[in-house]
């Protein structure tokens, strides 16, 4: 069964840097590529990038302004979403989604994960 | 803010019929497809419909999807208790170049 497990809640300072991990099992994971979104509190989800685990193509939403980096590691099929420079409104829960291995416009989520609460906070 | 617009709200009776609309512009749901999850509280969110009417394998037929112009709808046939969840939209918006998602609609079932 295809399954996302994602990392555990994080509470971190404003600044700070924040990792979250989105462990897969039960499917290829190099024939597939990952969004991640998060949501704040009463808002709908917010699409953060993508990567391709299976060249490892990225691509990342203007809005973030470069503090977003994704990568795989196809050793341990993970994916992960590194967010820095954490500011309040970061403070939302992520998700990972798994799409297609190139970035498409016809693509829909079919799994996700678990969600990560993410608190930034002094 | 999200660009789709979705009414934050609606409620039917165990049996009705309900619709969720969806509005977006040209950039986005006027020309691409258009896809609808369904999130429980405390559960990962779940595809419901692709490609703007296509129900994913295991989805109920009492759950189908329309789209026409800027704008898109879900309509959920024969409600049930168990329907009662947030709604979301989403469509690939070109200024973005990434899947854009709806604010999302609170299904009450009365």
């Known amino acids: 069964q295809p399954h996302l497990v994602q990392s555990g809640p994080e509470v971190k300072r404003p600044g700070a840097s924040v990792r979250v991990s989105c462990k897969t099992s039960?499917?290829?994971?190099?024939?597939?590529?990952f969004s991640w979104v998060r949501q704040a509190p009463g808002q709908g989800p917010e699409w953060l990038g993508w990567?391709?685990?299976?060249?490892?193509?990225?691509k990342s939403a203007e809005a973030l302004q470069g503090r977003v980096a994704l990568t795989t590691d196809s050793s341990t099929s993970t994916a992960y979403l590194e967010v820095k420079s954490l500011k309040s409104d970061d403070t939302a829960v992520y998700y990972c989604?798994?799409?297609?291995?190139?970035?498409?416009?016809?693509?829909?989520?079919?799994?996700w994960g678990q969600g990560t609460m993410v608190t930034v906070s002094s | 803010q999200s660009v789709l617009t979705q009414p934050p709200s609606a409620s039917g009776t165990p049996g009705q019929r309900v619709t969720i609309s969806c509005s977006g512009g040209?950039?986005?749901?006027?020309?691409?497809?258009v896809s609808w999850y369904q999130h429980l509280p405390g559960t990962a969110p779940k595809l419901l419909i692709f490609?703007?009417?296509q129900r994913l394998s295991g989805v109920p037929d009492r759950f189908s999807g329309s789209k026409s112009g800027t704008s898109a709808s879900l309509a959920i046939s024969g409600l049930r208790s168990e329907d009662e969840a947030d709604y979301y939209c989403?469509?690939?918006?070109?200024?973005?170049?990434?899947?854009?998602f709806g604010g999302g609609t609170k299904l009450t079932v009365l």
């Open positions: 039960g499917f290829d994971f190099t024939s597939f590529g």
């Open positions: 040209n950039s986005n749901i006027g020309t691409n497809l």
């Open positions: 989403a469509a690939w918006d070109a200024s973005l170049t990434g899947p854009m």
């Open positions: 990567i391709s685990a299976h060249n490892g193509n990225t």
């Open positions: 490609r703007n009417n």
């Open positions: 989604l798994r799409a297609s291995m190139t970035l498409r416009p016809d693509d829909a989520f079919d799994l």
